[in-house]
């Protein structure tokens, strides 16, 4: 079955650096999502992507983060000048695009700040 | 106000029993989707059960079935003849279809007891 892969799963960063994070959707969906997971906290909504553009994004999504598609595969969400709460479980997620399609997740990226 | 409220930060129950995790939700919208995932201690997430705001019959999917209450607003997930394996987290998501985001719940922490 296919799924949605994510790279790294863990990444260690120092305060300040950049760092991209890079998901490859499932092929023939539409939709793709990034969303954030704080270690013991709900899953938090950061950015949704359609057709080459953000269709909606949170209070989270603000100048620090961008989400690019370079290609026809890879979806990736960067983070320049990272803070130390932005460590966090990153999950990419994506969905087909029919109305009632749920989204499938990958399994998450760990980011933590040092 | 929240989208979705999980009223239950953990709940036990016995190896082979059913139990229920609550779901509540908010939304002015006529048309809209009701998820589930399930995320086990290894951070994956996992996708469920869904149920659309007109579907008339409640959704099923193996040992999971959603109790859906359109009137009071509630998609509760029942998990029957419960395995040591369904100890993890349990998140309630909700999409509206006016929009692309996905709003997530708090979660249910479910220990399931030998």
């Known amino acids: 079955e296919p799924e949605v892969t994510q790279t790294p799963s863990h990444q260690v960063t120092q305060m300040g650096q950049e760092v991209i994070l890079r998901c490859v959707p499932i092929s023939n969906h539409l939709y793709f999502y990034w969303y954030r997971q704080i270690l013991g906290q709900k899953v938090e909504f950061l950015v949704s992507f359609y057709n080459n553009e953000i269709s909606e994004k949170s209070e989270i999504f603000d100048d620090q983060f961008s989400v690019e598609r370079p290609d026809g595969s890879n979806f990736t969400l960067k983070i320049r000048s990272t803070k130390l709460e932005d460590s966090a479980m990153y999950f990419c997620a994506s969905r087909k695009g029919r109305e009632n399609q749920p989204q499938h997740f990958g399994d998450g990226t760990r980011l933590s700040i040092l | 106000a929240q989208k979705i409220t999980q009223t239950q930060p953990g709940m036990f129950v016995q190896e082979k029993e059913a139990v229920t995790l609550d779901c509540t939700y908010d939304t002015s919208d006529q048309s809209y989707g009701l998820f589930w995932y399930k995320q086990p201690s290894s951070g994956e997430m996992i996708f469920l059960i869904y149920?659309?705001?007109?579907?008339?019959q409640n959704a099923t999917e193996g040992r999971y079935s959603l109790n859906f209450q359109k009137a009071r607003k509630s998609a509760n997930l029942v998990i029957s003849a419960s395995q040591l394996g369904d100890s993890a987290m349990y998140f309630c998501a909700m999409r509206e279809n006016t929009g692309n985001q996905f709003y997530f719940g708090t979660g249910t922490s479910l220990t399931v007891i030998p």
């Open positions: 149920q659309g705001s007109y579907d008339e």
